[in-house]
């Protein structure tokens, strides 16, 4: 009998083979903790006591404190099946109860194409549209990708097929129906986000001892076994005080702090195989010291577990545990310069620095005596050889390097770049040549054509109900030439070792990603979002993420390409700037977008878009496409925001970042200024925050005040140095992975 058999809450039970895949199975690594002895026995201790019984269970602390870890414990333990929902603000009843979407009727399927109607049949005969994509595979033996668009189309065909025509429904019950029925361990993330109070009414109702739920199709009584674990954070942006009837039907609560030194230890070797405990225990003491003293500042950042499991784990890995504390941990809690400065005074308060100094030391000199052989390779376009004239140092980004920093770094751009290095006499730099360079043929041709086509018909239907459906517009796919590869050269010049670092500090953390997270706004998916419908775009669903989607970042930046950014040298900041963020998405095999726009170029072209970079059609040559960033004509930014932001809800990923590179405010032809201007861009933030977009709005020129405004400070960066831009841009970028 396993350990934790004594907490099983209803042994006659017998769960289905689906439901015991549910069922949380704990890893070698899990340690138990206090925590989770202590709730398994009150519960098992009161479960057959009726009004004493505790069946709502209350964990609540810092991000990283191990409140999901130990729900799905207590799954393990009660051997209930495990399942959760994330709340988010804009939460409504159909979220808690389910939804009711249109089928179309047998008769009017029949009318359809064979294709069509096989694949509606066999998504109508199973139990949700969950797994879609991998049924429309099977049935009609397509990719993947293909049926991805085939699930839109069918939704869409379902729309216009039963348009002025009798409809049928079918009812798609929530997650926390599922579980309330079934009698699941449900976790329910963060309902202290909830802005409306009638959903937290529903949520109460929910969460009674013996309640029940009306649903359009029965009424649901509460499963004897059915235990809710309700997680939040404390003091987080977007959180509010949980409920007090929430509070009130909690029958156990948990505050979630750090651990105690000694079990942060025994869980970091567990996990991640690292023994050396004079290492780690420095490391848990600065993790420890860092936790009080952004309480003791009232600094919004939290150092917790998780963070010290990734940067042991660097560690691990061979990464300076001096100079991954900044990307592990403290550029996690705050990139403020101020806010870093009173964390660093607390760990030189502490003697920490010293004693991670030590622990440095002590581990390189570990590893150079285990290390007989080093093997290092050098990427095809490297910055190491080149003259480092004064010239050269005045006018390059300056970039802070670690002592310790492989120049040499096994991190490079694509090598089929087709470019390569032939070292030159003496110590001048190396020259670059294009290798064997073939006449582009023309299906190569065409297939560019029929891609650049794409991408105007997309942009013109993102556009098509918004204030700019009548703007004549252009996606262009710019070409590049031998100057491009030698300005290219030349700007990157100065970045790669830096990018090549954040990088190696960020490829650890991507190699042990995994989540379970729903993944918003699909055109199917096992959670129905109510709050879509009325985008009427189809993509109405949410699906849980396996954990080999991995990392979970994509990323578009959007550059203005308006005539005053020839000024100030702002627009070869620019430049720099999205050659860095393209590189490093490059080395962490993240989905990048970057797309330059201007307006008012002529009467026939009034919006002009440059897809520089496109993740439906990745090329290596693209970073050549970069050096064509020009200062043109005005800008009309909410337009190109509006496409770019439509174009990454597409993806699968949970956390769709969108930065917009601009040096002033919105101004083009037809009186978009102003008023008009701002509001159009807060509209369209608006819209795509709600949809799971990310907005950032890099400032780099005069009118910085009128960008903070119309964007908010929460997602306002000053860039006051433009020499930083490049480097602060991949930093900010690393730290949503």
């Not at 076994?225 to 609560?253: K, W």
């Not at 560019?448 to 105007?456: C, G």
Request: glycine residues 4%.
């Amino acid at each position: 009998m396993n350990n934790h058999e004594q907490y099983v809450l209803s042994p006659a039970r017998r769960l289905t083979d689906a439901e015991q895949q549910l069922v949380w199975k704990k890893p070698a690594s899990h340690t138990v903790s206090e925590a989770e002895q202590r709730i398994s026995a009150e519960v098992k201790r009161n479960w057959n006591r009726a009004e004493m019984k505790i069946t709502n269970i209350l964990l609540e602390g810092d991000a990283g404190s191990g409140k999901t870890q130990l729900a799905k414990a207590l799954s393990a333990n009660f051997r209930l099946p495990y399942t959760k929902v994330t709340c988010f603000a804009d939460m409504d009843k159909s979220d808690i109860i389910g939804a009711i979407l249109p089928v179309i009727s047998s008769d009017r399927l029949e009318r359809l194409e064979h294709a069509d109607q096989i694949a509606l049949k066999t998504l109508y005969e199973s139990d949700s549209f969950h797994s879609a994509t991998e049924i429309l595979v099977n049935v009609l033996g397509m990719t993947h990708e293909d049926a991805t668009i085939k699930m839109k189309q069918l939704l869409k065909l379902a729309e216009e097929t039963t348009e002025n025509e009798p409809v049928e429904y079918r009812f798609y019950p929530s997650e926390i129906v599922r579980a309330y029925k079934n009698g699941y361990l449900l976790e329910i993330q963060e309902p202290n986000v909830i802005r409306d109070a009638a959903v937290l009414m529903a949520l109460n109702s929910a969460l009674e001892p013996d309640g029940s739920i009306n649903l359009p199709t029965e009424i649901v009584h509460r499963h004897s076994d059915f235990i809710t674990v309700i997680t939040a954070n404390r003091s987080y942006a977007g959180a509010r005080p949980l409920n007090e009837a929430l509070r009130d039907r909690i029958q156990h609560a948990e505050k979630m702090d750090l651990p105690t030194k000694e079990i942060m230890m025994e869980r970091a070797m567990s996990k991640t195989g690292y023994e050396d405990e004079k290492v780690l225990a420095v490391l848990a003491d600065i993790i420890i010291t860092l936790d009080k003293a952004t309480r003791a500042n009232a600094i919004k950042g939290v150092a917790g577990m998780r963070s010290y499991l990734y940067w042991t784990d660097a560690v691990a890995g061979g990464a300076s545990a001096k100079e991954s504390l900044y990307h592990k941990v403290i550029y996690k809690i705050t990139t403020d310069s101020e806010e870093i400065k009173l964390l660093e005074e607390a760990l030189k308060n502490h003697g920490l620095l010293a004693a991670l100094e030590e622990a440095s030391v002590d581990e390189k000199k570990k590893r150079n005596r285990d290390e007989e052989v080093e093997i290092k390779s050098s990427g095809s376009i490297d910055d190491t050889a080149f003259d480092k004239d004064d010239q050269a140092e005045k006018n390059g980004i300056i970039l802070k390097m670690s002592a310790d920093s492989d120049e040499g770094s096994t991190f490079s751009p694509d090598d089929t770049a087709k470019m390569e290095s032939s070292d030159s006499a003496g110590n001048g730099p190396p020259t670059y040549h294009q290798t064997n360079p073939e006449p582009i043929s023309e299906e190569a041709k065409q297939k560019e054509r029929d891609f650049r086509k794409k991408l105007n018909q997309t942009a013109r239907e993102i556009v098509s109900d918004s204030i700019h459906q009548k703007v004549k517009l252009i996606v262009h796919r710019p070409e590049y030439d031998l100057e491009n590869q030698e300005d290219y050269v030349r700007l990157s010049k100065g970045l790669m070792p830096v990018v090549r670092e954040i990088a190696k500090g960020t490829l650890p953390l991507l190699e042990h990603e995994t989540s379970s997270e729903f993944a918003r706004n699909h055109y199917y998916g096992s959670k129905f979002q109510a709050d879509s419908v009325a985008y009427r775009d189809y993509r109405y669903f949410s699906k849980k993420r396996p954990p080999t989607d991995s990392p979970s970042l994509a990323v578009g930046i959007r550059v203005d390409e308006s005539a005053s950014m020839s000024a100030f040298g702002r627009l070869e900041a620019a430049k720099r700037a999205v050659i860095a963020v393209y590189e490093y998405c490059q080395m962490c095999d993240i989905p990048i977008l970057i797309y330059g726009d201007t307006a008012d170029v002529s009467k026939l072209e009034q919006m002009s878009i440059f897809a520089y970079t496109d993740f439906d059609k990745p090329d290596a040559q693209d970073r050549f496409r970069l050096m064509k960033i020009s200062a043109r004509s005005n800008n009309r930014d909410g337009m190109a925001l509006r496409i770019m932001a439509e174009r990454l809800t597409v993806l699968p990923h949970q956390t769709k970042l969108l930065i917009s590179i601009s040096d002033g405010q919105p101004r083009a032809m037809d009186d978009y200024t102003g008023s008009l201007a701002a509001n159009d861009i807060k509209q369209t933030i608006d819209r795509y925050e709600r949809r799971g977009i990310t907005f950032l709005a890099a400032a780099i020129g005069q009118d910085k005040k009128v960008i903070s405004d119309i964007y908010g400070n929460e997602r306002f960066l000053d860039i006051t140095d433009l020499q930083e831009f490049p480097a602060r841009l991949v930093r900010v970028i690393a730290r949503y992975l």
